[in-house]
Nanobody, 124 residues
Framework: QVQLEESGGGLVQAGGSLRLSCAAS????????MGWFRQAPGKEREPVAG???????YYVDSVRGRFTISRDNAKNTVYLQMNSLKPEDTALYYC??????????????????WGQGTQVTVSS
């Protein structure tokens, strides 16, 4: 059984930082694609960042320059370092994974495995 477990969310003031982690078990994703998505209350789920098997990184415009995605294949884990957080970053953050080598790493429907989410709240 494949499981993705996120951690690292919490409450932080605007301008602060958080580091999210997502540990995968039950399947190895070192040759696949992993990503982060988020959903704010009353809004649709949206992409945040994705990282390919080769380490290529992709970001949505709203987080580029502030967030950094990385992965540790030995630990089957993906990370999201979030700096200069803004109140509009408040959301439930999900990690996603697939064993496939995606071209569209920011498309949610391309991923078949999802975590339960970790809440990030940024106060003004």
């Amino acid at each position: 059984q494949v499981q993705l477990e996120e951690s690292g969310g919490g409450l932080v003031q605007a301008g602060g930082s958080l580091r999210l982690s997502c540990a995968a078990s039950g399947r190895t994703f070192s040759s696949g694609t992993m990503g982060w998505f988020r959903q704010a209350p009353g809004k649709e789920r949206e992409p945040v960042a994705g990282i390919t098997w080769s380490g290529a990184k992709y970001y949505v415009d709203s987080v580029r320059g502030r967030f950094t995605i990385s992965r540790d294949n030995a630990k089957n884990t993906v990370y999201l370092q979030m700096n200069s957080l803004k109140p509009e970053d408040t959301a439930l953050y999900y990690c996603a994974a697939t064993t496939r080598r995606l071209g569209q790493v920011l498309t949610a429907t391309e991923y078949e495995y999802w975590g339960q989410g970790t809440q990030v709240t940024v106060s003004s």
